[in-house]
């Protein structure tokens, strides 16, 4: 059969409000022109993040029902270590109740002034965690994935002629270096398992840990499977198993791949780190047998780990972006190519060539497009990164089994609308803005105004 069905049935449905052009300009005004700061009822298709936005599986609910929320010695706690151990094969399994936790006791711990932390690309709150400690976030990765319309299989690899020479001169500065796999600030591009491999390989030459952002660990192995030579044969699971062979820990947010609404973790096979971590643990997230979560929570994430490894819902999920995507460039959009794992990337530089990146296009068009048809996505670019931007995207990230095929038609169109009214639309500048990860919060005027 051609037509990919979602490989679930819905048990439970949850409505959608309505609203018109007139009052999502109202609300837009009120929000100062930053979808972050609309309510969620306020919005008919939210693609603001795939973080914690997820639909639960029936098997996820049951397990929550067996939470054990025993302070100390929880039996979620062992189920969940269990998975993570089976899945990653670190020693150490520290939960968190989020991914930037995990990255904030990592950072405190190996961070500080004078030190410099390799990644592909980092993620906002990666690169925000290391600067909050003293130390420099360094983006490498290759120059294939800073140019949207470039078709490259792994546009999220790092650049290793660049990872060689950056190390040759400044490996006594570096405490762990870093890969984020799938690459979320490059467009949800993933690595390939060459390139984790030789990435390792020079960390390792320098005796530098090596540790994987592995948010989204399952798409990642899955792109491996379809696109890496050798790999078409062997499962999601045995990829990921030999992704995490090659690292001596990571960082995991479990609200993409962890298919849970809240939850993380921090791994690691040192044990004098891991020690250090489970103090600074105790002291800001709680005991280690819990790190801020319920033990239903760590149940939930328990079993759904496996389900983001399962090879019906990630062929479902990457077409899904596929698809969009194969729509928008037919209508004329440009947006990153090829689709990432989680979300479509729309180019807004191309978008609107007479808005300048000081203007923010990005957020722009966030606007246009939840004026248009009630759609959010995020601005990635001059908001979000200040100088350091090297592409002006808008980010549509899918929440995982939440929407379905009619859900991403309507986008669809709503894109291809706000396309054929781009001339009409004009610039943003700032006018508030906080001292840290500032796209959440800073507000913003019509230019002109
Ligand atoms: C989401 C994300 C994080 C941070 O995780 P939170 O759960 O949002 O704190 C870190 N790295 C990457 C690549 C992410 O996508």
């Not at 020479?165 to 467009?187: D, E, Q, R, W």
Request: proline share 5%; aromatic share 10%; hydrophobic share 40%.
């Amino acid at each position: 059969m051609k037509t990919l069905i979602e490989p679930f049935k819905i048990k439970m449905v949850e409505p959608i409000r309505q609203t018109t052009e007139a009052q999502r300009l109202t609300i837009l005004k009120k929000a100062h022109y930053n979808p972050f700061t609309i309510r969620a009822e306020d919005i008919l298709i939210d693609f603001l993040t795939d973080s914690g936005t997820g639909a639960m599986s029936d098997a996820q609910w049951g397990a929550i029902m067996t939470g054990d929320e025993a302070y100390a010695g929880s039996r979620s706690f062992f189920q969940f270590e269990k998975a993570v151990r089976d899945i990653t094969g670190l020693k150490h399994i520290i939960p968190t109740h989020q991914g930037r936790a995990a990255e904030k006791i990592l950072f405190s711990l190996v961070g500080g002034k004078g030190k410099l932390i390799p990644n592909n690309t980092h993620f906002d709150t990666t690169r925000a965690n290391i600067e909050y400690s003293g130390a420099e976030a360094v983006d490498l990765v290759i120059p294939e994935g800073k140019i949207p319309s470039c078709v490259h299989p792994f546009k999220g690899n790092m650049d290793l002629g660049k990872l060689a020479a950056f190390l040759a001169k400044h490996h006594k500065s570096v405490p762990i270096g870093m890969m984020t796999v799938t690459n979320n600030s490059g467009g949800g591009q993933p690595v390939s398992m060459e390139n984790i491999r030789e990435t390792a390989r020079l960390y390792r030459k320098y005796k530098i840990p090596f540790f994987l952002d592995v948010c989204r660990f399952a798409e990642n192995a899955w792109f491996i499977k379809i696109r890496e030579k050798g790999y078409a044969k062997k499962s999601v699971l045995e990829i990921a198993r030999e992704m995490f062979s090659y690292a001596d820990g990571c960082t995991m947010s479990a609200k993409k791949d962890g298919m849970v609404n809240i939850g993380g973790f921090l791994a690691l096979n040192d044990d004098a780190l891991a020690m250090q971590a489970r103090n600074l643990l105790i002291l800001t997230e709680g005991f280690p047998s819990y790190g801020g979560l319920a033990g239903r929570d760590l149940a939930a994430l328990a079993v759904g780990l496996y389900e983001a490894l399962d090879e019906d819902y990630l062929r479902y999920r990457i077409r899904t972006a596929e698809y969009m995507g194969e729509r928008l460039l037919a209508g004329g959009v440009s947006i990153i190519r090829p689709t990432g794992g989680h979300a479509v990337y729309i180019d807004a530089k191309a978008f609107y060539p007479d808005i300048p990146p000081a203007q923010f296009p990005g957020q722009v068009l966030a606007c246009e497009l939840y004026k248009k048809g009630g759609l959010r996505g995020v601005e990635i670019g001059s908001v979000m990164f200040g100088k350091n931007a090297t592409m002006e995207l808008v980010r549509l990230a899918f929440p995982r089994r939440v929407y379905t095929q009619s859900h991403f038609d309507y986008a669809i169109e709503v894109i291809l609308e706000t396309f054929a009214d781009r001339k009409k639309a004009k610039g943003l500048k700032i006018t508030w803005e906080p001292p840290f990860l500032r796209h959440f919060t800073a507000r913003f005027a019509p230019v002109g105004k």
